[in-house]
């Protein structure tokens, strides 16, 4: 027996080591650099460099700051651009949309591309770029979206490679089944790359009429259409019984604009999907609505699909699946298992084996109320997982209340024209309902709690591919949603009116005022014409997509009501018929008269989550709210958007916060080591990289959310 233990346990031993050592390899593969999207195809947002550590972060300076450009005067502008960083040249995006290359190790500029594309295109945000290498006589090439083109740029010169699509583009409007010059379609976020595929989500509207959102997959060098998958399922398809019968030519969105995981070595490209369009009346696509919702696993190399999980049925709040998932393995009873996270508006956290599609923990399908809004059908049940718990708070109840007696803050709820006092937080919160998650909209007003953006945000969760700690930061704000009947039988005062808030209203706000980076339309017709206000709503401008689908009548009418023109030459849109009967009415963040959120702090948390266990290891509160006088909250938490970056230095570095901040923390016990001012907001993602044996982490200063200044200035911070 001796001589056979030791031969057994030196087998043992090697066949730990091989597979320690497989692992550490495949880590280091990824992680040394950041030449992906958020670090790495699995999307870990992790970093193998520690030369910044728990022991020295705090010596932590400005390294260099590269002023990009893309601000404007008198318009509110973001970057959230999480750059890449290949070999020592970094490329990121302005607020402007325009791609530059930077020396990493000192912010000097090499090149910038403006796309040849007017602002007027609705040009948007810009989240992340994706990177092709190639190993033949092509060029090495970035992938880089700029309104509803794709544009592939030489990495060395910064200029398009004019084979690729129709002299360095494609349009990502072809291809879709439908007239492209109806539609409005732009990727706000880079895709994945496969091999010589570049798949890709996008963004399309969220308005009856939206364009539909099916997945495509570009060859990286031609530009051709290699697959597509149908989000929307035509005859024939798995999923078509899930909507009415000529749905697949009318319903839109159903959309990935959050960003794509791919599991390389198999092959598989996970994909979250966004709601059905309209977002918050799903009176004409009654059913379950797959692919709305869904993270879908994908073959890549095909677009086949491998299995599916619908999240929302029949979404009716916008729960849009906020973040692409993150791919880790887990351990369970001794072994690993290939898993994959994706992190829901509404604070949830679902894990799957990533190869089968198996749930593993415990997911039920709970019952929800049905629908009192006319021709509304709300799915019955809805699936929440068991474990681990929500990382957000689920329900608002009076208890929760920060300060109930407070005024709150007016907005479409009060009827400003009468003399009378506002309503306490309580008598407001008392008025309408608040059940929790999935309660269907009513023309009273609902509680959406966490609110229309999340919980979890575009920014994501950062997943360690070591032990398979997730840390996930979240939102603490509620949102209030009133429904109400718009149009039919010549009732309606102003055609436009109804028009205005089925297609206004879910990003300006139930009375216009404008709602964080959305203007103010109250008092548009002081600034424009008539003609010039239909251009915009056609054509898009800034953030805003353009509308293409819309009628002439339908956009006249828009414009004139916005405008207070009454005449009976003003095109009232007496020829087009409404889409839907329910519009929305109120929409926005349910604050105080000071502008605090009226749930008690904290406003915004950090968290870790061991996803072997589903057990939380801390929470903390993320940022803090300077204008709060409260010597009970020394820490409030704010509002949050952009992610975490991680690294073996055992540092978690975000920004994020309403405070204009960036934050280094304890990735063991979530304390707060390290902070620094930034010159504006960074709403972006970081990232972290090394030049010539120095580790730096950059972030976007761009600013322009939550009310707070807008910005152009990139940031690296290093040892000295």
Sequence with gaps: MKNFAFPVFLILFLFISCNKNE??????????????????????????????????????????????????????TQIQTNPLIIDSILYGVNAAIELFALNASNGKEVWKFKAPLTDVSGLGVNRGLSFWKSDSNEKSRIFFSSGPKMYAVDIETGKEIKSFGTNGSIDLRDGLGRDPQKLSVVANTPGAIYNNLLIMGTRVGEGPGSSPGHIRAYNVITGKIEWIFHTIPQPGEFGYDTWPKDAYKTVGGSNSWAGIALDEKNGIAYIPTGSAAFDWYG????????????????????????????????????????????????????????AVAQVTKSGH??????????????????????????????????????????????????????????????????????????????????????????????????????????????????????????????????????????????DEPHRGNAFTQIHCVRCHGGELQGLDTAPNLQN??????????????????????????????????????????????????????????????????????????????????????????????????????????????????????????????????IAATKDEKIHAFHMKTGELLWEDKLPAGGYATPATYAVNGKQYVVIACGGGKMGTSSGDEYRAYALD
């Design 283 to 338: 009176g004409d696509r009654k059913g379950e609505n797959l692919f709305a919702n869904t993270l879908l696993a994908l073959d890549a190399a095909t677009g086949e699909r491998i299995w599916h999980f619908q999240m929302v049925h029949h979404d009716i709040w916008d729960r849009d699946l906020p973040a692409p998932p993150n791919l880790f393995e887990m351990e369970r009873d001794g072994e690993k298992i290939p």
């Design 524 to 653: 548009i017709k002081e600034k424009f014409s008539v003609d010039s206000v239909a251009h915009i709503i056609k054509n898009g401008k800034g953030a805003m997509p353009g509308m293409p689908n819309l009628s002439d009548e339908e956009i006249g009418g828009i414009a004139n009501f916005l405008l207070g023109i009454e005449e009976e030459t003003d095109h009232r849109t007496e020829k087009t018929d409404l889409e839907v009967p329910y519009a929305v009415a109120g929409f926005g963040r349910f604050k105080d008269d000071r502008g605090f959120p009226v749930v008690k702090p904290p406003w915004g948390t950090l968290n870790a989550i061991d996803l072997n266990t589903g057990e939380y290891l801390w929470k903390v509160p993320l940022g803090h709210e300077d204008e709060l006088n409260d010597p009970k909250i020394p820490i409030s938490g704010t509002e949050n958007y952009g992610g975490p970056v991680i690294t073996s230095g055992g540092i978690l570095f």
């Design 23 to 76: 692992k550490e390899s495949t880590i280091k593969e990824y992680h040394t650099t950041w030449q992906h999207y958020l670090g790495d195809p699995g999307r870990s947002h992790y970093s193998t460099l520690n030369q910044i550590d728990t022991s020295n972060v705090t010596q932590l300076k400005l390294a260099w700051s590269y002023k990009s450009g893309g601000v404007e005067e008198g318009r509110t």
């Design 349 to 490: 956290v679902f894990v799957f084996n990533r190869l089968t599609g198996e749930p593993l923990f415990p997911i039920e399908e709970k019952a929800y109320p049905v629908s009192k809004l006319e021709g509304e059908t709300a799915y019955k049940t809805q699936p929440l997982p068991l474990k681990p718990e929500p990382f957000a708070r689920q329900v608002l109840r009076k208890e929760d209340l920060y300060d109930p007696d407070r005024s709150a803050f007016v907005d479409d709820f009060i009827d400003k024209d009468q003399n009378i006092d506002p309503p306490t937080v309580l008598e407001k919160f008392e008025h309408i309902t608040s059940s929790g998650q999935f309660i269907p909209i009513d023309t009273i007003g609902v509680i959406l709690y966490p609110g229309a953006d999340g919980g979890a945000e575009w920014g994501g969760a950062a997943l360690n591919p070591n032990d398979g700690i997730m840390y996930i930061n979240s939102n603490e704000m509620a949102w209030i949603l009133r429904m109400s009947k718009v149009g039919g039988g010549g």
